[in-house]
Nanobody
């Protein structure tokens, strides 16, 4: 089993920054993909960004140039640096890990962008 614990959410003003962190523990296969999803009220969960264990990344168009994903394989952690935040970034952000056909989710952390 794999456990994912997110931290770093909160309330920030438009234009501000937040950094989310996700720590993975348990039986983690070394080749995996970690990702951040988000779900706003009344909307479907959407993929924000992902990073492979080899370091390849991909971003949703809505966050390109503003968000940066990174990971520390030795510590099994993934970070999401979010800059120039907009009200439309408000959502619950979920960390995920995919490996060997299995998909795991964290409990989510709330990000609210509001003045």
């Amino acid at each position: 089993q794999v456990q994912l614990v997110e931290s770093g959410g909160g309330l920030v003003q438009p234009g501000g920054s937040l950094r989310l962190s996700c720590a993975a523990s348990g039986s983690i296969f070394s080749i995996n993909t970690m990702a951040w999803y988000r779900q706003a009220p009344g909307k479907q969960r959407e993929l924000v960004t992902f990073i492979t264990s080899g370091g390849s990344t991909n971003y949703a168009d809505s966050v390109k140039g503003r968000f940066t994903i990174s990971r520390d394989n030795a510590k099994n952690t993934v970070l999401l640096q979010m800059n120039s935040l907009k009200p439309e970034d408000t959502a619950v952000y979920y960390c995920s890990l995919s490996a060997m056909g299995n998909h795991y989710w964290g409990q989510g952390t709330q990000v609210t962008v509001s003045s």
